[in-house]
């Protein structure tokens, strides 16, 4: 019991952990490519590219640091070999990765904006009332990664660098839907624990009343004479006897 509990907090844990570092980078290289036009993409791609490999070989160290081969589906292993192999492929084929960089923004986005749906889908079951900003964020985030997909010029020729604030703003609302979905679920679980009512206590039941002992009293002898007690003396003759002569 206590080694699956332990893999569902290992699993919850590298989860939890795998959304932050995804929305934060999104956010960060969505600024830099914004704001900084000393940035290239190429070295952008690099950059990510190597993170990747990191990732890669963190991942299965901690396969093995962790005896994840002794646990059921955990797929470290596998995850760190996928990493280190796209990391590879992508400095290799830096310019094609370049040249696809629309396309793998809107498909990085589209990863975090569903993980934004099911924040609002956990936060409408609830009937935790910030749902209602969760599911602006999951439009908007759905939105702007379906038509970074689609590549509709007329959204392109409007917005300029539409694809960056794209990547910008969606790893910020993750972030943003990550503390709604922690406080509202941490909210109503606490109002479910107060509603619940307290188990009543076990009846006791009677004792049996223990029946009641009656004890034989002792068995008395008396002391048989002894033989050698002196003999009883006569009674003294009466001096009004009329039989005394």
Not at 27 to 55: H, K
Not at 224 to 231: F, I, T
Request: aromatic share 8%; with cysteine.
């Amino acid at each position: 019991m206590s080694n699956g509990n332990s893999e569902t907090g290992v699993k919850k844990r590298d989860g939890l952990i795998l959304q932050i570092v995804i929305s934060v980078v999104c956010a960060a290289v969505g600024i830099l490519l914004l704001f900084v036009q000393e940035v290239q993409e190429s070295t952008l791609c690099s950059i990510f590219c190597y993170v990747l490999l990191a990732a890669g070989v963190v991942s299965i160290i901690a396969f093995f640091a962790t005896k994840g081969h002794r646990r059921l589906h955990d797929y470290r292993f596998a995850y760190g070999v996928v990493l280190l192999v796209l990391g590879v492929v992508g400095l290799i084929r830096a310019d094609a990765l370049v040249a696809g960089l629309t396309v793998c923004i809107g498909l990085v986005t589209l990863v975090l904006a569903v993980v934004i749906l099911q924040g609002f889908v956990q936060l409408r079951v609830v009937g935790n009332r910030i749902w209602i900003v969760e599911l602006v964020l999951t439009v908007l985030s759905l939105a702007g990664s379906i038509l970074v997909l689609l590549s509709v010029k007329p959204i392109f020729n409007l917005i300029k660098d539409f694809p960056y604030w794209v990547l910008t703003c969606v790893g910020i609302f993750s972030l943003v839907s990550l503390l709604l979905v922690w406080a509202g679920l941490k909210y109503s679980n606490r109002e479910v624990k107060q509603e619940e009512p307290e188990a009543p206590a076990p009846a006791c039941e009677p004792v049996p009343e223990a029946a009641p002992v009656f004890e034989e009293p002792a068995p008395t002898f008396d002391a048989p004479p002894a033989d050698d007690a002196p003999p009883a003396e006569p009674p003294a003759e009466s001096a009004d006897d009329p039989f005394n002569g």
